[in-house]
């Protein structure tokens, strides 16, 4: 079979889009996450300014209509009851019937999730107002970005003082979901100590192995885990004032971080173009910079981990997430070197060229899971932000080399939601938006710039 050309990925991807706009908004997928997340959301707008910057102003704009008061982007937003003919809440788990988050103090009218998720937003409307063609457009992107900024300074706000629940000046995540990276290896260890109780299974049905194979996604034990955990914070109505004792999951993700220090800097840009003072979204992401270096780098790995905020311990695997702070511009050169001498290395297979993008975890670990989710399959997202830190320290042959093989593997394995590490074989959902929207941000892109 003959693999698309450009212009035939460029048309495939812009059609994944159109079929996954649904009611008010681009969902992830029709099949098997027919509502909005918010990460999800950042990186299809990214996309969406190359070829409807409307659709991508539109889809931040419904996402932050669900903003709680106190500044926090929920990661599922569903729709509002009796907008569709036949509500699907009963097909997904865990749907608003879980998450009560209707009559919580401060929450919209919109049921929502209580957690959040990397905060890519401020980045998307960067982006969306750079894509901007001509003057016109300009005036309108500007006008955009004066709507939105109080809410994403909002967001930020939420994240770098109320979720400082380790007191070291980066964000902490209270479940796994939180860092998108939902099953990752990253997380083992402080899950360890939260309970499985599979009982759980039996009284919450898990709606994703009706389309899904249960050998790719995460397990009955990480659900049982994941079930409890959002229980607990649902019980104390998402409260993050109390002690950490109350939190069974608790963990600073170098991904997680990374992504909030590049937003605010993204903010900067954003403060300076609608008149407002860059210099404390500078001071924020130069802070949240040197907390990570601090509490996050370990020399002797020469990457970036997780720490379980409980035992005060880095967890020691290598994941993908561990190189996500190369997408910041001051990031110290000691740390840049070591993280390309790691994306380099057998575990990762960065190269000027390469058959296939990196996997989410270490190829050579013994536990290495090729089809399972966050165990070892490509993801597209990170990548894209892998490229981003590759372009932006300099590394532009690397960079090319990594655009070619994320263009590559999607162009004969489809917009799937992830990849197989070894063949490049879609898995997962089908027509996935973030892969067919970051194609195109690719696709704008010529090697070498």
């Not at 097909?91 to 019937?97: L, M, N």
């Not at 394995?413 to 941000?441: K, N, Q």
């Amino acid at each position: 079979m003959t693999a698309p050309t450009d212009e035939q990925l460029a048309r495939q991807s812009v059609i994944t889009l159109d079929q996954n706009w649904w009611h008010d908004h681009t969902v992830p997928s029709r099949v098997l996450y027919p509502y909005q997340w918010s990460w999800d959301a950042g990186f299809i707008a990214i996309g969406l300014a190359r070829v409807a910057p409307e659709r991508a102003w539109h889809d931040l704009r419904t996402l932050f209509s669900a903003q709680w008061a106190d500044g926090r982007v929920p990661h599922i937003v569903f729709d509002d009851p009796g907008q569709r003919g036949e509500p699907r809440h009963e097909s997904y788990f865990p749907g608003p019937g879980f998450w009560r988050s209707i009559g919580v103090p401060g929450t919209p009218a919109r049921p929502t999730s209580g957690l959040v998720q990397p905060p890519v937003h401020a980045l998307a409307a960067w982006e969306i107002y750079r894509q901007a063609p001509h003057a016109d457009a300009r005036a309108l992107a500007v006008d955009q970005l004066r709507q939105l900024y109080p809410r994403l300074v909002a967001e930020h706000r939420y994240l770098t003082v109320r979720r400082d629940l380790g007191g070291g000046g980066l964000a902490a995540l209270v479940h796994p979901w939180e860092s998108g990276q939902d099953n990752s290896p990253a997380w083992d260890q402080a899950l360890s100590a939260v309970p499985a109780d599979l009982a759980l299974l039996q009284r919450y049905r898990r709606r994703d192995l009706d389309r899904s194979h249960h050998s790719h996604r995460p397990t009955d034990v990480d659900y049982a885990r994941y079930i409890h955990i959002a229980q607990c914070y649902r019980s104390f109505d998402y409260a993050d004032d109390g002690g950490r004792e109350e939190f069974p999951f608790l963990v600073e993700c170098p991904a997680f971080n990374a992504i909030l220090a590049a937003s605010e800097l993204a903010l900067a840009e954003i403060a300076q173009v609608i008149g407002q003072e860059p210099a404390p979204h500078r001071v924020s992401a130069k802070q949240l910079t040197d907390a990570l270096v601090e509490r996050l780098y370990d020399p002797a790995t020469g990457m970036f981990h997780a720490r379980d905020l409980h035992t005060g311990r880095l967890s020691p695997v290598r994941y993908l997430g561990g190189l996500i702070p190369l997408i910041l511009p001051d990031l110290p050169t000691a740390q840049v070197k070591s993280l390309l001498t790691e994306a380099g290395s057998p575990s990762f297979g960065l190269a000027e060229r390469m058959r296939l993008p990196l996997p989410s975890y270490d190829l050579t670990a013994e536990d290495f899971d090729p089809v399972r989710y966050w165990r070892g399959p490509i993801w597209i997202n990170m990548n894209w932000l892998i490229w981003r830190g590759l372009r932006q320290h300099g590394q532009h042959g690397l960079a090319a080399g990594l655009r070619q093989a994320m263009l590559d593997v999607v162009r004969h394995g489809g917009c799937y939601e992830y990849f197989h590490p070894y063949t490049g074989e879609g898995i997962g959902a089908r027509e996935f938006s973030w892969t067919a929207a970051l194609v195109l941000d690719l696709m704008s892109h010529p090697p070498g710039r």
